[in-house]
């Protein structure tokens, strides 16, 4: 075997297209241009055409966000955000599902739902129902919420805790593993027609869960869907939300600043990985980042002037407000944000703190950073600073997010995607299998991997009968 034999494969970068079941997702303002589809969002075909433009382009995922209440931090109410189409109104990402998995062979649908908005036992069978109608092309990005409006439509009162919501998350898990998991018997299911005989029932289990959050009985509803429990996704950066994304997720969705601030960010979860009996491999990081590309830098930089006109700054107050968990209206755009301490995303705060080796950064950086995210340039220069965030920041993947849809997709497919296939770093054509063979290459089966904790709750294997002796 030659050395050229024995070296090992190139680490690839995935590919998630971010989006949002709304007018306006993350680079707020933009739904009023000409060239974007955002307001035709209540209808499917839209959706249906760019999951047919993503799965031209390879990406491995359609990536949906939600929320599950208004953004009302800023100013003190809604206003802002009802004006700028802030995230409102917002329909149920989950309901896409089946039509873009008609569509498309390959592509993996990966959605949001609040571990607060429906009760495990219900969601359960949601997503056994989702991982059926794809045959195994479904993943699901675990929040725990951070809009207070949501927690009180809810029933809660209010928003619980930051930790508490966490802590809440944890078992939430818990039961969804007992149920996917151990439940039904990998043989439960005989559909036998002679016998009319379709499960077994000693091989259905109750799983009579009593706990601090849940009391659950079982058995599960559905029976076992391809992969059982979807892909696991999270996007916490908290301290708490890393130790949750180390112990549940099996990939996770970072923001950091610059290329510093995620390799201190990967290192982090890596070394949380290790102190939970899990391999760095066993957890793929995603960066979120906003492309704008042409076929030349100045043509990619008119596109960005065109975005920079069309840009809210109203609307992009309200939702940094709404993230924050403080009223960007009423705080010092000089005051430090390590200085901040709040109820809702903490993970952004301490991004920033990474992505600034002084930690100096103030609340007039956040909105600047958050406004100006973006790589600009041709195909090659994208390429260049992706391969930077890849190899240097230590990502496994990107989020994508657009400026138009699906004209900022259809840029990528076109121009990037191409420069990286030819450069080894993304695929260029899909593996075979469920949504999580795919995204691990082959790494790992259709099912949890064995270090992951939801393994635990897996029924072993019935003893085979005992041979009779002659």
């Not at 607060?116 to 997503?127: D, G, I, K, V, W």
């Not at 996770?252 to 201190?264: D, P, Q």
Request: cysteine-free.
């Amino acid at each position: 075997m030659t050395d050229t034999d024995s070296t090992p494969p190139r680490r690839r970068l995935r590919l998630n297209a971010f989006t949002m079941n709304v007018v306006s997702h993350i680079v707020q303002g933009q739904w009023t241009r000409e060239d974007t589809r955002q307001r035709e969002y209540k209808r499917l075909q839209p959706w249906v055409e760019l999951a047919g433009i993503l799965e031209r382009g390879r990406f491995d995922a359609i990536f949906f966000a939600d929320v599950v209440g208004a953004y009302d931090v800023y100013h003190g109410d809604r206003d802002a955000a009802v004006r700028n189409a802030v995230q409102f109104p917002v329909n149920d990402p989950s309901a896409l599902v089946p039509a873009l998995a008609l569509v498309t062979e390959h592509l993996g649908i990966a959605f949001t739902l609040s571990i607060l908005q429906e009760h495990p036992f219900s969601f359960a069978r949601r997503a056994s129902t989702l991982d059926h109608y794809t045959d195994g092309r479904v993943g699901w990005n675990v929040v725990t919420s951070y809009l207070e409006n949501a927690a009180r439509n809810l029933g809660y009162g209010g928003l619980p805790l930051h930790d508490t919501r966490y802590d809440r998350g944890d078992e939430y898990l818990e039961v969804l593993y007992k149920l996917w998991e151990g439940s039904w018997e990998d043989d439960a299911v005989v559909a036998d027609r002679e016998r009319g005989i379709y499960a077994d029932p000693a091989k259905v289990h109750e799983i009579g869960h009593v706990g601090e959050y849940y009391d659950v009985v079982g058995p599960h509803l559905s029976e076992p869907s391809p992969q059982r429990t979807p892909v696991l996704f999270q996007a916490g950066s908290s301290e708490r939300g890393r130790e949750f994304a180390a112990r549940h997720a099996e990939a996770t969705f970072i923001s950091a600043r610059n290329v510093l601030g995620a390799r201190t960010n990967v290192d982090d979860l890596h070394a949380r990985l290790r102190r939970h009996g899990r391999r760095p491999e066993d957890l793929l990081v995603f960066q979120g980042l906003t492309v704008i590309t042409a076929s030349t830098e100045e043509e990619a930089r008119r596109k960005e002037r065109e975005v920079q006109e069309h840009l809210s700054d109203e609307g992009t107050f309200a939702v940094v407000s709404g993230w924050l968990g403080a009223d960007l209206g009423a705080v010092d755009p000089e005051a430090p944000v390590g200085d901040l301490r709040t109820n809702a995303q903490e993970g952004l705060i301490r991004s920033l703190a990474e992505s600034a080796p002084d930690h100096t950064w103030r609340f007039k950086d956040v909105v600047r950073s958050i406004a100006n995210q973006r790589i600009v340039g041709t195909a090659e220069q994208v390429a260049d600073e992706l391969q930077a965030w890849h190899e240097e920041g230590g990502i496994d993947g990107v989020n994508l997010t657009y400026t138009t849809t699906p004209g900022s997709f259809e840029d990528f497919v076109d121009g990037v995607v191409p420069v990286l296939q030819d450069r080894g770093i993304v695929q260029r054509e899909y593996r075979e299998g469920t949504f999580r063979e795919k995204l691990f290459d082959g790494a790992s089966g259709p099912r949890l991997g064995d270090r992951h904790p939801g393994a635990a709750h897996r029924r072993p294997p019935a003893p085979a009968p005992a041979e009779v002796a002659a």
